[in-house]
């Protein structure tokens, strides 16, 4: 999911640097930040599907089998071809214009879109579609309306919208084709939820920041412990964890079932079902509750993340401190962002992955 509207909790009449990173809840409003989506989509095989709802419950979607963002020197360029669906096609005339919020016009009008609609899209002059804009829930009236104007034209407000993109599949393949691609080796496949690769980004934070998401996907990394429950509850999800030392040497735990559990449960992590070659360093913290400096759910006498400098599912403390301090392959601190059976616990890692994809 790249972007979701479902009850105007969230603000989308935001700013250029806003809009480049991500904001809102996975599991409600939600953008994925234009930094993320160039990243993600720069290799061009992407497939994107948009969802609409309005009042009465009924249901469109607007599928275009090739989908890119640009880069931020292309402003973000919109890329789709090919439509396909039952909502009609008001986004082929935003394609090939680059991204304008309130404060950086880049569309072909002699005004600012976003200013006028309200809004931040890949306007023309100025749109056929404008599904940032204001969520006002199936009024008929605004022309800042979060509209689709080929269902229910420019000045109805949709009531749900959720735009989506996956790997695009090529040369007609078949279901069975369908799973050669989402094979084990595929890691494109595999959604990224924490990376560790030069210690830009702070991972020492709260548990309302690690609530959220922080850092950016084309870097350091933490994708929420929210949006983590929300898409793990189901329990068919497995976790694959990448870890590279600064002799390049590279070694991987996967784990076959993974999940997060919810606020109520703090966030108690699940995982069973090791293989891999880095050892596993993850079951000891198997059940237990996620822990941060100013929240301790672990269960020694002091507490794990202050002491440890991290925040992690501590038990009394850790076989693996993976939100630790990134030292880039010191080996005397116990603050150290480690993996026991991977060179020790006061080992810092060079390179950390985690990701996760649905089981089968």
């Known amino acids: 999911v790249l972007q979701r509207r479902r009850d105007g909790s969230e603000n989308f009449y935001r700013t250029w640097v806003e809009y480049q990173e991500m904001f809102g809840n996975l599991s409600n409003e939600f953008w994925l930040g234009n930094e993320n989506l160039q990243a993600l989509t720069e290799s061009g095989n992407y497939e994107l599907r948009i969802e609409l709802e309005d009042c009465e419950n009924v249901t469109k979607f607007a599928k275009y089998s090739s989908f ?26 935003h394609h090939g214009h680059p991204f304008t919020t309130k404060d950086v016009d880049n569309d072909s009008s002699s005004g600012n879109c976003a200013v006028r609609y309200h809004g931040a899209w890949w306007y023309n002059n100025c749109r056929d579609s404008n599904l940032n804009g204001e969520y006002l829930k199936c009024q008929t009236t605004s022309v800042q309306a979060a509209s689709w104007r080929n269902f229910h034209g ?13 790997l695009t599949l090529r040369f007609g393949l078949s279901e069975s084709g369908l799973q050669r691609i989402y094979n084990p080796g595929n890691e494109k496949t595999l959604q990224v939820f924490q990376r560790r690769t030069d210690g830009s980004e702070n991972f020492y934070r709260t548990w309302v920041e690690y609530q959220g ?82 929240v301790e759910n672990d269960f020694s006498s002091r507490n794990c993340a202050v ?39 006061k080992y810092s890692l060079k390179f950390i992955e985690m990701k996760f994809r649905p089981r089968g």
Not at 74 to 91: E, M, Q, R
């Open 154 to 166: 420019r000045k109805y407000s949709m009531k749900f919208i959720e735009m989506k993109f996956r």
């Open 307 to 345: 002491h440890h400098h991290g925040a992690w599912w501590y038990d009394s403390c850790y076989q693996s401190n993976l939100n630790g301090e990134y030292l880039k392959c010191q080996t005397t601190s116990d603050r150290a962002a480690s993996w026991r059976d991977f060179r020790g616990t």
């Open 213 to 294: 998401m922080f850092g950016n996907l084309s870097n350091e990394f933490w994708l929420g412990n929210e949006n983590l429950h929300a898409l793990t509850r189901s329990g068919n999800y497995e976790l694959r964890i990448e870890l590279e030392d600064c002799a390049n040497v590279t070694k991987f735990a996967k784990y076959s079932s993974f999940s997060i559990g919810s606020a109520q449960a703090n966030y108690t992590l699940k995982v069973t079902g090791y293989t891999g070659n880095a050892g596993d360093s993850l079951y000891q913290h198997s059940g237990l509750p996620f822990s941060t400096k100013d």
């Open 68 to 93: 890119s963002i640009g880069s931020a020197k292309d402003k973000y360029s919109l890329n789709v071809s090919d439509y396909f669906g039952t909502a009609g096609d008001s986004l082929t005339y």
